[in-house]
């Protein structure tokens, strides 16, 4: 797998991101928010939405299991015949700013929606990202019909 840092954790990058996505927001607005994250789906995690374009999403799979893993999320994943679906149960990166205080940003979470999105963009399958609070989500890749 591409992405798999083994060095150490450092936590303190959801802050970097939480606030830059705050910063950007206020200054440029959502859209551009919205493109910039669509822009490292597509360029920066490049083999990812490659191999989801060629309908495998086991590279997903393994990127979301290393880092929830890796931070300390709680979450179970599964596998039924054209669905994959994880749902975190602790996002490592809300129970940090949580634990530090830090008003989470209202599009954090919003930008894993339009990252699966673009991720999935081009391929067999939808991505579909229900934010459910309290650092709680479900993300679902879905083989389109036909």
Known sequence: ??????????????????GTFT???????????????????????????EDLKAGDPDQWLEHQRHFLSREGGEYELHRDGDEVRLEVHRCPAIAYLESRGIPIDEGFCHATVVLNEALAEGGPFTATTEVLGGGRCRQTL?????
């Open 1 to 18: 797998m591409r992405y798999a840092e083994t060095g150490e954790v450092h936590l303190d990058f959801h802050r970097t991101i939480n």
């Open 23 to 49: 910063w950007l927001r206020e200054r440029y607005g959502q859209e551009f928010v919205d493109d910039l994250v669509r822009r490292t789906a597509l360029d920066v995690y490049r083999s990812i939405h």
């Open 142 to 146: 879905r083989r389109r019909a036909g």
